[in-house]
């Protein structure tokens, strides 16, 4: 197949001239030549086109493929992650992992928390404030959990994030509409284990690939999986391979993992993060279904790698739940 890629390239963002905490979520070069690699070894013929603007240039002169590997994060709004797949849609290209509904979705944590929780899928309580106006309304117990409600790759988390009086969440959320000029998602703290599970397939043929948990090192900012702790994550985190087989409570996780994955009508492949109560009950925090794909760095190949699934059977997976999705007869070669 010919097989276009959609991506972000995170040093043409900062050479024009974009911070590192905005480009944190974009791709290097060696993640492309990763995947295009992997599409050449199984024997497809990979294309580069670039970000949503270079898609879009492209589809106006023509241009056409029979699927396209969509890994771009996309720069501007909560609907930043759906704006490639909702141009493809209109082409009728297909393309790799969830569809518009699902990416604006899940990239906003209180709108997914509600659908999970709709589910029957346990989520610690929360509130999302809007504006400081809505802070004396926040009626959870401390201690509590602050981040944006649309960021991922831990922006807008730090030591500060647990909060264990009303005075300083007033104070946190007042930083973090500000800086981030978007809602606030607050959540019960659960000072539990933290996990990330693995997924490929979709809806029933979905399936667990396995589950890392997450330790932070002594020199890490403590209790929570920051922004320093990820873009440090060599020297501050420890990344443990887990077995539902051998252990109860990584059972539960994965479990609920996959409850979550199939409500949201999540595809292909991705993660679900979870966190368990002081009882050990692992609980849904959210879902990444346009996971990274950095062979070493990344989640989702890091637990491919764990459990003895080369790179290139992970990409051979997307691709193979994605195809089934190509409308006959739509796309060209050139």
Request: hydrophobic share 40%; proline share 6%; with cysteine.
């Amino acid at each position: 197949m010919r097989i276009g890629l959609t991506y972000d390239l995170r040093p043409e963002y900062l050479a024009a001239g974009f911070g590192e905490e905005e480009t944190a979520e974009f791709d290097r070069p060696e993640t492309v030549e990763a995947i295009e690699s992997a599409l050449k070894a199984l024997g497809h013929q990979p294309d580069r086109i670039g970000h949503v603007r270079q898609l879009i240039a492209r589809l106006a002169a023509g241009d056409r493929w029979d699927l396209v590997f969509n890994f771009a994060e996309g720069m501007y709004g909560i609907g930043r992650e759906a704006q490639v797949p909702a141009i493809l849609d209109a082409y009728q290209i297909a393309y790799t992992f969830s569809d518009p509904l699902v990416m604006a979705l899940s990239l906003h944590k209180g709108m997914t928390k509600q659908v999970v929780r709709a589910a029957g899928v346990p989520t610690p309580d929360f509130a999302v404030v809007h504006d400081p106006g809505e802070l004396e309304r926040v009626n959870l117990p401390f201690p509590v959990f602050a981040k944006p409600v649309a960021e991922g790759t831990g922006k807008g988390i730090n030591a500060a994030s647990k909060i264990r009086d009303r005075q300083t969440l007033m104070t946190v959320c007042r930083g973090l509409l500000e800086r981030y000029r978007q809602p606030v998602l607050v959540e019960r703290f659960l000072p539990g284990r933290e996990m990330t599970v693995g997924i490929w397939g979709t809806g029933a043929k979905a399936e667990v690939i396995g589950t890392m948990e997450i330790l932070l090192n002594p020199q890490a900012e403590a209790e929570v999986y920051s922004y320093v702790n990820k873009e440090q994550c060599e020297e501050l985190v420890e990344y443990r391979l887990v077995s539902g087989d051998q252990d109860e409570e990584v059972r539960r996780a994965e479990n609920i993992a996959l409850d979550a994955w199939r409500a949201l009508g999540c595809r292909d492949a991705g993660r679900a993060d979870l966190r368990s109560d002081e009882n050990g009950q692992p609980q849904f925090l959210e879902v990444n279904p346009l996971a990274g794909l950095h062979p070493q760095h990344s989640d989702l190949p890091m637990i491919c790698t764990m459990v003895g699934a080369p790179y290139q059977r992970l990409v051979e997976r997307i691709i193979e739940s994605a195809a089934t999705r190509i409308v006959k007869g739509v796309g060209s070669r050139r």
